[in-house]
């Protein structure tokens, strides 16, 4: 499965983006995935998952702000982020994975990320 993550921009405080994850393959609706993000000089955190049964968590930092969801028809996983903040600001990646009740189990399989900044 290969993963192409889109929809990323500048975006004022308060503003709203919707990123793209798009796979290539049959089996992508078998897969978990997983929406991280990396800002610069910080690790690479995990900021929401969805199960292969549309089950979603989230950071704790954007709950009630981001939402994830999937259309298994289109091989394509959203992120639809509200709210922006400047702490927001980051290269977004999606990731295909396994999930088991809350917790996420990451494979090696990244997207190329998309890079997201939000200015206050």
């Known amino acids: 499965v290969q993963l192409q993550a889109s929809g990323g921009g500048l975006v004022q405080a308060g503003g709203s983006l919707r990123l793209s994850c798009e796979a290539s393959g049959s089996t992508f609706s078998t897969y978990a995935v997983g929406w991280y993000r990396q800002a610069p000089g910080e690790q690479r955190e995990l900021v929401a998952t969805?199960?292969?049964?549309?089950?979603?968590d989230y950071k704790d930092s954007v709950k009630g702000r981001f939402a994830i969801s999937r259309d298994n028809a289109k091989n394509t996983v959203y992120l639809h982020m509200n709210s922006l903040q400047p702490d927001d600001t980051a290269v977004y990646y999606c990731?295909?994975?396994?999930?088991?009740?809350?917790?996420?189990?990451?494979?090696?399989?990244w997207g190329q990320g998309t890079q997201v900044t939000v200015s206050s």
């Open positions: 990731n295909t994975g396994q999930k088991r009740g809350i917790y996420y189990y990451p494979s090696k399989n």
């Open positions: 969805i199960s292969s049964d549309s089950s979603t």
